[in-house]
């Protein structure tokens, strides 16, 4: 064997160890390797579950997870999620988190799904009113006030408004129309005050918004125009009423007072 045969013996080896080391080095950064204690429980859906549910324990699954992996606010445990009530649709496999939940309080679901400091008020409405069907929970809506008398005027009252029922349902699974009779929002105080004059004055009506639609509406300051109205009611009324006054003469005479308008009544003794 010469020394040019040796030396091509002694380059192969070297580059086939160098290749085998390569490849290891590739196999351990790209293959996810499993290693005690780098896995931790969490709990995940074992099925698909509407808004409005109470959590039981067949809904739940404890699964291990990697470590890296556990999203914030996980449920580890079955017995803190058990007896919550879902605030948003879970899908099945998805991992449990302490924000997609509320305790259940006391009296209907729906209170459990209302907004801290905001309030549930349920307004009438028919086909028309109602989007022709096409209002389901979740949705948001503006709501335009409708003044016949006198002349005819619109305004908007209020905006970006959730609605959190539909009749006595607080979700709907079948996601297709369904002309209901009430529909039940989400506002603050304010808000229902504001509603509440709005009804007063005139019929309402809903305007479906996209739910990607953010942008901010100009809404008419009808509590301001309330007020108003109130301190001039008054002065209505007195122009309106009729009073008498006996005159102190013999003849007793009635004079009534209608308006700006004067009637002189005799009167017997």
Avoid: C
Avoid at 75 to 91: D, F, W
Avoid at 190 to 197: D, K, R, V, Y
Avoid at 206 to 229: F, G, H, S
């Amino acid at each position: 064997m010469n020394n040019r045969t040796v030396l091509f013996v002694i380059l192969s080896l070297v580059f086939g160890v160098t290749a085998v080391y390569l490849a290891q080095n590739w196999l351990k950064t790209n293959t996810k390797a499993e290693t005690v204690g780098t896995t931790s429980n969490v709990i995940t859906m074992v099925t698909e579950v509407p808004l409005g549910t109470i959590i039981e324990r067949k809904h739940l699954a404890l699964t291990p997870v990697p470590q890296n992996l556990v999203p914030e606010g996980a449920i580890t445990e079955i017995t803190q999620a058990e007896g919550q009530v879902v605030k948003h649709r879970l899908y099945q496999g998805e991992v449990l988190r302490k924000e997609r939940l509320t305790p259940k309080g006391e009296g209907s679901t729906l209170a459990s799904l209302i907004t801290p400091t905001m309030r549930a008020v349920t307004i009438r409405v028919n086909d028309v009113v109602g989007v022709a069907g096409f209002l389901l929970p979740g949705n948001r809506v503006d709501i335009i006030n409708i003044i016949k008398t006198p002349g005819l005027k619109t305004d908007i009252v209020l905006s970006n408004v959730k609605i959190l029922a539909i009749d006595q349902k607080a979700s709907n699974d079948e996601n297709k129309p369904v002309l209901v009779r009430a529909v039940t929002l989400e506002l603050s105080l304010e808000q229902a005050e504001t509603l509440m004059i709005a009804k007063s004055r005139g019929s309402l009506q809903l305007a479906l918004r996209n739910p990607n639609d953010t942008a901010v509406i100009e809404l008419a300051d009808i509590q301001e125009k309330a007020i108003e109205t109130d301190k001039e009611e008054p002065v209505k009324q007195a122009e309106a009423v009729s009073v008498a006054r006996v005159s102190e003469a013999s003849s007793k005479k009635v004079l009534l007072l209608k308006g700006m308008n004067e009637q002189e009544i005799k009167v017997d003794n």
